[in-house]
């Protein structure tokens, strides 16, 4: 099934008309969804300040796996990796954790989660992301080729490694949905493996590659190409906490920022994790929660990857970087206020020796750890806001937001600006919380 182009529309909005000059639209967010929008919106014209307590690409944005997985179609939630959470939760060096004191809060995001993973539902949230991102790398390259970095991207796939059959066969759904969407991967077993990727345990007897896949080989520089091209067509970032967002006449007017008032025509809350907190007071609660990750940057860890190889046993990528070998993974429900464990990172290392024996882990750098920013359905909350005029949401992008910030970019900067973008924007909208 063919993706309905948005590149093409992405391609034409250029430059505004007048009604589009005119528009002053505030960003709320300065994470990689915030800038890749504020790119498009300033290419379309309008007039764009984007706001952010602390540096551009400084929060999920600076730390994540580097992955574009434009074939990543499946929601979480499937009926395959539930049967895979008992048995990750119980290891305690699991990829997945939910410490204790935090269940009860969660239970109703679980609930959710659970629910979304009905066979019907999950095709639903697979058509919409395929509708969102399933082009994402072509967004990426025509967004990094005018910003001269085309140097970031890599389009040469990725690799998962199963140790066997039957772990393979659990990941069977997202496959099929894969294939459904007209995702290719091509499965090497034994000698092919080891010869494809030179150097990985014989414990991984099935490689699966993924070769319309890419990957960054620096998710903040990326992202700061996004936001030097948007400062060079006119947009303004700056250093200030959006504390709320100013209503009058039953719209949205403009931000009240820890500076003072700043008015706009439209606001849009691409603040990440944070957003949810500043949707409430208007009335709307959204289900957002953190599944904290963890990176690891080995800078000389011995081993020669062209492409990240993922570890679908551990969830762990190891992703080759500008700086050296990057492994990251973990889903860790431990909200915005809990410190950072570093078992995890440990955990991680290990990962790293797990895949490729030969690897060096000495000399890593302290761990990082960041927000991924998760709705229960694995989509984000994209598009205008009903009860408030003026009022856009881009946030809640998940494990999958450096692969579809680019085209969110594209899509939001459409539906405000117009024309209007040709994906069904229902599926990602806010009210379906209600
Ligand atoms: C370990 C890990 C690995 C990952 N790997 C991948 C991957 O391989 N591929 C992929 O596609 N995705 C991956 N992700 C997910 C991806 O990193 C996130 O989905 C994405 O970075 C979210 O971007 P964002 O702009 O929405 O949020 P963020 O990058 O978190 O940015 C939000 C920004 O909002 C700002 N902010 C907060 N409060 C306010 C306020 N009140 N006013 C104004 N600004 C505010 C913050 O300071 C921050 O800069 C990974 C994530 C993690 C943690």
Known sequence: MAA???LALARRARPADDAAVTQHIIIAGAGVVGVALAWHLARGGARVTIIDPDDPAAGASYGNAGAISQGSVAPLAMPGVLKQVPGMLWDPRGALRIPPTALPRLLPWLWRFVAAARPARVLEIAEALHALQGHALDHHRMMLAEEGALDLLRENGQLLLYPDEAGFAKDAGGF??????????????????????????PHYTLGVVLPDQGSSTNPRRHALAFLRGAERMGATLLRGRVQS???EGGRATGVMTDGGPLPADHVVLAAGMWSAALLRP??????LESQRGYHVM?????????RPVVASDRKAFLSPMEAGLRVAGTVEFGGLKRAPDPRRAAYLLEDVKRVFPAARTDGAEPFWMGHRPCLPDSLPVLGPVARWPGLWCA???????LTSSAPTGSVLSLAILGPAPNIDLAPFAPERFA
């Not at 946030?395 to 937001?401: A, D």
């Open 4 to 6: 309905p182009s948005i």
């Open 176 to 201: 099929s949905l894969r294939r459904r969407f007209g995702h290719r991967f091509d499965i090497l077993r034994g000698a092919a493996l080891a010869e494809y990727q030179p150097g990985i345990a």
């Open 245 to 247: 967002i100013i209503t």
């Open 282 to 287: 208007l009335g709307y609660r959204i289900p």
């Open 298 to 306: 080995i800078p000389d860890a011995g081993v020669t990857l062209e």
């Open 395 to 401: 946030f809640g992008h998940g494990h999958l937001g």
